[in-house]
């Protein structure tokens, strides 16, 4: 990966950076070392809904379906079967994480960016959570008590408080 600032992310930092509003991320399987580049984004108007897409070529992101109150679906507009390898480890990763269970043999790397603006991490601090200083605070600290309370989540709104 080209980004120096990558970092991997585990337990309670991961959903926050996930539902951050602009995160970049990707999967690892560490028994075969295949991964996958995630993009999930906000939707502007629709609070609690964001869209997620998996990097299909050199910088080609193609859509595979929603994050809706913190469950994945796909839509009609999915360009992947739900069989699709990228999206049953994406399925997977997030009902996992939403549980706050673990998430065995499969690491979580961030992208070097903030999960929340998109802009390039700089502080350690911010490379170890995945947020920028700013950021952090706007966005459910790394918490066990933050997973719950986005499992629950009925907006977006919630998630920024
Ligand atoms: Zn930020």
């Given at each position: 990966?080209?980004?120096?600032?990558?970092?991997?992310?585990?337990?309670?930092?991961?959903l926050p950076f996930i539902l951050g509003g602009k995160s970049t991320f990707t999967l690892r399987s560490v028994?075969?070392?295949?991964?996958?580049?995630?993009?999930?984004?906000?939707?502007?108007?629709?609070?609690?809904?964001?869209?997620?897409?998996?990097?299909?070529?050199?910088?080609?992101?193609?859509?595979?379906?929603?994050?809706?109150?913190?469950?994945?679906?796909?839509?009609?507009?999915?360009?992947?079967?739900?069989?699709?390898?990228?999206?049953?480890?994406?399925?997977?990763?997030?009902?996992?994480v939403t549980a706050g269970a673990p998430t065995p043999n499969m690491e979580f790397w961030h992208a070097g960016?903030?999960?929340?603006?998109?802009?390039?991490?700089?502080?350690?601090?911010?490379?170890?959570?995945?947020?920028?200083?700013?950021?952090?605070?706007?966005?459910?600290?790394?918490?066990?008590?933050?997973?719950?309370?986005?499992?629950?989540?009925?907006?977006?709104?919630?998630?920024?408080?």
């Amino acid at each position: 990966m080209a980004n120096s600032n990558e970092s991997l992310l585990a337990g309670a930092k991961v959903l926050p950076f996930i539902l951050g509003g602009k995160s970049t991320f990707t999967l690892r399987s560490v028994k075969t070392g295949t991964r996958y580049t995630y993009r999930v984004s906000a939707a502007k108007e629709k609070p609690g809904l964001f869209f997620a897409k998996v990097l299909a070529g050199t910088d080609s992101y193609v859509y595979i379906g929603v994050i809706s109150k913190g469950v994945f679906r796909l839509t009609a507009a999915s360009k992947m079967a739900e069989a699709a390898v990228p999206v049953v480890a994406f399925k997977w990763m997030l009902e996992r994480v939403t549980a706050g269970a673990p998430t065995p043999n499969m690491e979580f790397w961030h992208a070097g960016k903030c999960g929340r603006c998109g802009r390039k991490l700089t502080v350690p601090e911010s490379i170890a959570c995945g947020l920028g200083p700013e950021c952090a605070g706007k966005v459910a600290s790394c918490s066990f008590a933050a997973i719950r309370r986005i499992t629950s989540i009925k907006s977006r709104n919630e998630l920024l408080k």
